[in-house]
């Protein structure tokens, strides 16, 4: 413990010391960085820290790619990179997108290498399309690494840019740090070989490791069977479609009286894109689009709690949050994530949900994984300064995994706005996306660690921490090895040379 005291202390130096010199030593142009980006990094200690810690701690090296990174920032406009700035025909393609999680509960982010070809024409389109996808993500799930999967099935040289890949890469080398897991090529084509060669000298030391080739059969080591499509050899059967963004995996929790299910909501159809002939660098490949499944309003409780409530049996044996985020209109508990395990003791959780807002809040819990939980209250509001209480419980015989996600949702309603479930389900229908507060939970199966008498509880921050500590131990643990391999190696030489003087004296005797 004293050796990571020590460690965290200087590693805060480090962000003090690397904020102040950037402050001084690269801001002096006011217009060469986005200001929004600069104030992000003088207020956010984990981003800093991130850009260190993929830069071994050197503090100039971390400058270096935060300047890097700025200037790539800026000429690309992330911060005001929207949905409706991509040509709506890229998104159409499927030929990127965000779905599903690999086996450490990693989001993947697929590319269907047979649906690109190259053309100057687009290049720029595409890079800012795959920019807009990673800035949507970093904001959702901020901490949280991305699995990249190039889906080579069917490709050929034809669809091998270069220029583009390098780009890709250098936005997790350099633009996004600490945000690659890992990067696999499915089913790459022989002939695509020396291409690969190529792009590995591309990737530096701390990147090298995270590349991973698999074929159909050894793709199941890295993503669960659920999340793979069916050329794979998975169960998955998501098939892309647009509209709208196929990256949001949530959906209402299973409840008592089981779905219903509902057409869609017409949508009107927007004209076609301009520049058609541009389609063909991305060759589309969706899907119809398919029904949605909308759980009644009436099944799911629309029960607000008050303080005579708490006592509700319901929340008996739930796990009790010992950690807050503290949002704009409500106050989450717990602030990072939800635990389960196997015992019956462990297989509630409770999210409390208190009002700081000056008006009525409706909130609604939303999962990836609606068949193995059930939420109670899954959409209801709050009265300002009130506090509600959600049980979060595993039906049947499920296990929770890393892979499963919880989302609450929330924002202020109108005065004297109606509370039951019609006036909810229109307001969610009315309401503007900017206007709704949102926050995320990761889930973790405590039995996984108590099989081995702990149980780990901490952030992502502080586990990259420990890793960190983990690395320099082993990294000077090596350092010994080398030092005692080279003293043996003298002494043997000394004993060497010992013998051959005695040799030689023996032998002029």
């Known amino acids: 413990m004293a050796n990571l005291s020590l460690l965290q202390q200087d590693i805060e130096k480090k962000i003090e010391e690397t904020k102040q010199k950037f402050k001084n030593e690269y801001v002096q142009e006011s217009d060469k ?116 999967v190039f889906d080579m099935a069917d490709s050929g040289i034809s669809n091998i840019d270069m220029d583009f890949v390098k780009y890709i890469i250098n936005c997790f080398k350099v633009y996004y740090p600490k945000f690659l897991s890992k990067m696999i090529i499915v089913d790459m084509p022989w002939i695509m070989n020396a291409a690969w060669k190529i792009v590995k000298t591309w990737l530096g030391p701390e990147a090298i490791s995270k590349l991973k080739f698999a074929s159909k059969n050894e793709i199941q080591t890295f993503i669960d069977p659920e999340y793979l499509p069916l050329h794979m050899g998975g169960m998955d ?55 949605k499944v909308y759980f009644s309003e009436e099944s799911l409780s629309s029960l607000k709690l008050d303080d005579n409530d708490k006592g509700d049996c319901r929340t008996k044996g739930a796990r009790k949050p010992l950690t807050t985020f503290k949002g704009p209109l409500l106050n989450v508990s717990p602030a990072e994530e939800l635990s389960f395990g196997t015992k019956e003791s462990e297989r509630k959780c409770l999210i409390i949900l208190d009002n700081v807002s000056k008006n009525q809040v409706a909130f609604k819990v939303r999962t990836t994984a609606p068949e193995k939980y059930r939420v109670k209250p899954s959409n209801s509001s709050c009265e300002p300064g009130a506090s509600v209480d959600i049980v979060v419980s ?13 989302l609450v949702m929330a924002a202020e309603m109108e005065q004297n706005a109606g509370a039951g479930s019609p006036e909810l389900a229109q307001f969610w229908k009315d309401v503007p996306k900017t206007k709704i507060m949102d926050h995320r939970y990761t889930t973790i199966n405590v039995s996984s660690w108590t099989g081995m008498g702990i149980l780990i509880k901490c952030s992502p921050l502080q586990l990259m921490r420990v890793m960190v500590c983990n690395a320099r131990l082993e990294q000077k643990l090596d350092q010994c090895l080398w030092v005692q391999q080279v003293l043996i190696g003298l002494v043997l030489v000394v004993m060497m040379f010992s013998f051959l003087t005695l040799y030689h004296l023996s032998g002029a005797s």
């Open 237 to 291: 059967p998501f098939k892309y479609s647009y509209p709208p963004l196929p990256d949001d995996d949530f959906q209402t929790p299973t409840c008592e009286n089981g779905p219903i299910v509902s057409e869609d909501d017409n949508e009107s159809k927007e004209g076609e894109s301009e520049g058609k002939e541009l389609e063909s660098s991305f060759s589309s490949e969706v899907a119809v689009k398919p029904k």
């Open 33 to 148: 960085y986005d200001s929004r980006d600069v104030d992000r990094l003088q207020k956010d200690d984990a981003l800093v820290e991130a850009y260190l810690t993929w830069r071994q701690y050197s503090v100039d090296d971390a400058l270096k790619m935060i300047d890097d990174s700025f200037l790539w920032r800026k000429e690309f406009g992330l911060n005001d990179l929207t949905e409706s700035s991509i040509p709506k025909w890229m998104f159409e393609t499927g030929a990127v997108f965000l779905h599903g999680y690999d086996k450490e509960g990693n989001k993947l982010f697929w590319f269907k290498v047979k649906l690109h070809t190259k053309d100057a024409k687009t290049i720029m389109d595409k890079k800012k399309y795959v920019a807009f996808w990673l800035e949507r993500y970093a904001k959702r799930e901020p901490g949280m690494p991305l699995t990249v």
């Open 394 to 406: 595993l039906h049947g015989g499920y296990q929770a995994s890393l892979q499963d996600r919880f």
